[in-house]
């Protein structure tokens, strides 16, 4: 089974949007629960959002009203659009589709 795959990171400054992607080409991508993670040195990888096969959606209390995590299940991308981006909103994030995570891409929110 692939990894996801994640690209969209970058230098923005803060109030900046930013749009990850993950892609997963996987036969049962659409049975699935997709989440976005992230991490900074130092820290644990932390939990920024999911949606399941069902579109349910949740989201770390940090991100909500900020952040909204959508999903192509015809394509196999998933997508997390982030608003209104702070400096804390920077570091690594991953894609993890079921079990299987990707390798990443960094997100740095500084003026």
């Known amino acids: 089974q692939a990894r996801p795959v994640e690209s969209g990171g970058g230098l923005v400054q803060p109030g900046d949007s930013l749009r990850l992607s993950c892609y997963a080409y996987?036969?049962?991508?659409?049975?699935?629960?997709l989440a976005w993670y992230r991490q900074t040195p130092g820290n644990q990888r932390e939990f920024v959002a999911y949606?399941?096969?069902?579109?349910?959606?949740n989201y770390a209390d940090s991100v909500k009203g900020r952040f909204t995590i959508t999903r192509d299940n015809t394509k196999g991308w998933a997508y997390l659009q982030m608003n209104s981006l702070k400096p804390e909103d920077s570091g690594i994030y991953y894609c993890?589709?079921?079990?299987?995570w990707g390798q990443g891409t960094q997100v740095t929110v500084s003026s």
């Open positions: 996987v036969r049962y991508f659409s049975s699935y629960t």
């Open positions: 949606i399941t096969n069902k579109y349910v959606t």
């Open positions: 993890k589709l079921n079990n299987d």
